[in-house]
């Protein structure tokens, strides 16, 4: 009791407890007037307790057990739709990542998407995200995988061959030089290289795409050109220097898709055991700031990037446009 009173007192305006039987309300008003109210339920106990319970299993678009073709050929689950042991944490991954992707999806209109991985990689998540929208969700979808690796890409158009993905293409290029046919609705990139995040996030900038969704990987820029005279407390410590650039990277590329007009969060999209690399930039395209908004994060930016003493890729290629 004494804990829910500092709480209204200082942190919260409103307490709502759910009980069999009765719902109770307290509000506080402006005023800080205290307003009471109680109403009557039909809840049973026993299912409330239930869906309180912190430690209840989660649900995981692909479960353990459903066989997914896509996942099966990648080598993360095997005939009979168990994981492999050793991939436990890339299926994790692509399972909350295709999760963070349904949510957007679910107030997407359109029929039909224009999606592209950058640094895909293997494409375990371009092939599960392929078999998720076209084969569960049934939208038409058009994905493209691109990387560097030309033998990493071979492998895997003969996948998309083998499986009659029709709708999958894989492309051998560089990030910063791809020019898509048709501007792809979504970007997506799962621990693409340093700054190869920060071309991908450009370009989905440029071509206007509606969703973003990028875990970033080693971000190694600044912790090269950080100047340490304005932090000299970092120093002593290279894992804390590390962190930090990496952490301020991150902060510098939602400041900027906030300024391109860019709803933006930063979410930890797996829990850190899984991957340490866990931060998920989620960024849905909204409305240009006004000019007075606009000014306010350019300077915002400008100073934080002066303090460092160093700039990143992403900030350059939007400011040298
Ligand atoms: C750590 S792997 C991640 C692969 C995959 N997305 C995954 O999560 O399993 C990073 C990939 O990014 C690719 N990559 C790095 N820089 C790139 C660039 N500039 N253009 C295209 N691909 C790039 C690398 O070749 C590598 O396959």
Redesign the pocket.
């Known amino acids: 009791m004494e804990i829910l009173q500092n709480e209204l007192n200082e942190n919260f305006k409103q307490l709502n407890i759910t009980c069999a039987g009765l719902d109770y309300e307290i509000k506080i008003s402006k005023k800080g007037k205290v307003l009471k109210n109680k109403k009557k339920n039909n809840h049973d106990i026993s299912e409330l307790s239930k869906s309180f319970l912190h430690n209840r299993k989660k649900n995981y678009i692909f479960e353990e057990g459903i066989f997914v073709p896509a996942l099966f050929e990648l080598g993360i689950m095997t005939e009979s739709g168990k994981i492999i042991t050793s991939k436990y944490d890339?299926f994790k991954q692509i399972n909350r990542f295709a999760e963070c992707v349904d949510d957007a999806l679910k107030n997407c209109s359109k029929d039909s998407l224009e999606i592209i991985d950058?640094?895909?990689?293997?494409s375990?998540?371009t092939f599960v995200l392929y078999y998720y929208i076209t084969e569960i969700k049934k939208i038409r979808a058009h994905i493209t995988g691109?990387?560097?690796?030309k033998d990493?890409i071979e492998k895997c158009r003969m996948t998309a061959e083998k499986y009659k993905y029709a709708g999958l293409d894989f492309i051998c290029?560089?990030?910063?030089d791809y020019v898509p046919e048709t501007a792809p609705d979504m970007v997506v990139t799962?621990?693409?290289?340093d700054t190869?995040t920060d071309?991908a996030l450009y370009n989905a900038i440029s071509w206007n795409s509606k969703y973003i969704f990028s875990v970033p990987?080693c971000q190694h820029e600044l912790n090269s050109k950080i100047n340490l005279k304005n932090f000299s407390i970092l120093s002593d410590h290279g894992l804390i220097k590390e962190r930090f650039s990496a952490l301020a990277t991150d902060a510098i590329r939602a400041k900027i898709l906030e300024l391109c007009g860019y709803k933006t969060d930063i979410l930890e999209f797996i829990d850190i055991e899984n991957s340490p690399k866990n931060l998920l930039i989620r960024a849905e395209k909204n409305k240009l700031p006004n000019e007075y908004k606009q000014r306010v994060i350019k300077s915002e930016i400008k100073k934080f990037t002066n303090e460092l003493g160093a700039e990143i890729t992403l900030q350059n290629l939007i400011f040298s446009k």
């Open positions: 890339k950058f640094g895909c990689g293997k375990y998540l691109l990387d560097l690796k990493v290029a560089d990030i910063k799962l621990h693409a290289c190869a071309y990987c």
